[in-house]
């Protein structure tokens, strides 16, 4: 039964980048805010043996560069998803909840197309998508100091 996501509360907005598609994250980007307002970043990398050592990075995106992320991410909405498979073939777990668009390529979505596979301009989308969030994080968030 697909998952029912609520829209998050006052319009705030979520998108969570996650590396592997599948195990234990090693990476994962987290973006936070609400629309036509700066939003933080962090980016968590698990390193070392077994992964026990945490990179954490941490900064701000202005309105603007928020507002943009915002529109990069609308189309995404019924999109195809598969919580079994790695359809777009980046290894990369996306969830999106904002007020308009309640998606997750890992995931049984409402709304989304059935277990089918994207087109190549599906899985552009997506890729440009992910890129822009990577380069965002490299841009943005920046390591933590003691």
Known sequence: MPRSMAPPPSGE???RLTKPFTDTPTSKIEIIGEPNRPAT???????????QTLIIK???IDKSDSNELMDLVRPLAG???NPDEDVY???VRLDIATFEVQW???EDVEGAEA?????EENKQTFKDVVESIEALTRQKAKERTS
Do not use: M, Q, R, W
């Open 58 to 60: 941490e900064g701000s």
């Open 89 to 91: 073939g980046l290894g």
């Open 13 to 15: 907005f979520a998108i």
């Open 104 to 106: 997750d390529n890992g």
């Open 41 to 51: 970043i962090k980016h968590t990398t698990h390193v070392g043996a077994d992964n």
């Open 79 to 81: 999109f195809p998803s």
């Open 115 to 119: 277990k089918s596979n994207p087109t």
